[in-house]
C-alpha cells in the first residue's frame, strides 16, 4: 500500500453534516487496460468534479466499485481523493462487509483523511433488526469518523431501529436506497418523536436519484447522490437548482427529456447503475477503464443510447436559468 502523508485538511471540520450539501459526488474508481487502479485518471475524475461544484466526495462507494478493491486500493483510493479536494468539500468513503472488516476498512479511511464514512449493507447474510443494530453501533463505537447507514438490499430498517442509530453517538444519517416513501416516512416521524434532539440526515440513494427527488423533497429529503454528476455534472447541477429553487418547469423537462429515459436504460441490464456511469465518463473524455469482474459492460448499443442522452441531457441543461454559472 503506498505511504500516505498526513492530509492537512484531517480533522479541520469536526461537523461533516453541517457541510454536506449541493450535488454529492460518486466518483468511478479508474483502471488502467491491465485492470490495476489508476490514480492519476482517478485524481483528474475527482478534481474534475470538485472543481465543476460537487457538494461531497463519496470516494470507493458503490460506483466507486468498494466490492472489487483490495483495502490498498481502497485507502490509495480515499487518500487520492482528500488530496484532491484539498478540504473544499468533505470526502467520505465506502465501508462494508462483516463488522470486522468493515472496522478495519474505517480505519484504513481515517488513516487516509476522509472525513466519514457511508456502511454499505453487511456482506451475504440477512440479519434481523438486533443484529443490524448491533453491527453499525460496533463499527460507529470502533472509529471517530461520522457514519452514515446505507439502507439497501439486506439491511433494511424499521423505524424503531432507526430511531436507536439516530440515538447511537457517531452515526449521524440515513442513506435510503430501497425507495419505500411509506417506510421512510414513518422513519421520518419515529425518528422526529423519539429521538428529537437528534440532528439526523436523510439522503435519497437511489441509483438515479434526481427521477424521484420531488417525491422525497416532499419527505424533507433534500440530500442526494447524483451518478449523473459523475459524467454530466453540468445536467446534475442544472436539476439541482431547479429543485432547490422550486422551478418545475426546468425539473419536468429533465425528468422526461433525461432521466427518466436514462433509468429505463439502466434498467435493461443487471450492474448498469455502476457500468453505465463508467462508461458515460469514457464519453466524455476521460478513460477511467471497464468495470472489475463480476460486472460487465453495457451492450455497445446501450452506450450509444447513452452517447445520445447526454447530448440531449445537455442541451435541455443548457436552457435552464443559471446554466454556465
Known sequence: MTAH????????????ADRL?????????AYTPDGTVDLTA??????????????????????GEFHALTPEEFADCVAAAVQEAAGRVPVVAGTGYGTALAVRFARLAREAGADGLLAMPPYLVVADQEGLLRHYTELAAATALPVIVYQRD??????????ALAATPGIIGLKDGLGDLDLMQRIISTVRTEAPDEDFLYFNGLP????????????????YSSAVFAFAPEIALAFHRALA?????????????????????????????????KAGVRLRGLDVGAVRPP???P????IEELAGLIDRGLALAAQAPGAGA
Open 42 to 63: 482517478f485524481r483528474a475524475h475527482v478534481r474534475a468534479g470538485v472543481d465543476a461544484g460537487a457538494g461531497a466526495v463519496f470516494a470507493a462507494c458503490g460506483t
Open 299 to 302: 451492450a455497445p448499443a446501450h
Open 245 to 277: 429553487a422550486g422551478d418545475d418547469a426546468v425539473v419536468n423537462r429533465l425528468l422526461d427529456g433525461f432521466y427518466r429515459p436514462l433509468v429505463e436504460l439502466r434498467n435493461q441490464g443487471r450492474g448498469y447503475a455502476v457500468a453505465l456511469v
Open 208 to 223: 438515479t436519484a434526481e427521477l424521484t427527488g420531488p417525491a422525497y423533497l416532499g419527505l424533507g429529503v433534500r440530500l
Open 5 to 16: 502523508p498526513p492530509p492537512a485538511t484531517a480533522g479541520r471540520h469536526p461537523r461533516l
Open 21 to 29: 450539501d449541493g450535488p454529492l459526488f460518486f466518483p468511478v474508481t
Open 154 to 163: 439486506n439491511a433494511v430498517f424499521t423505524p424503531a431501529t432507526v430511531a
Open 295 to 297: 460486472l460487465s459492460e
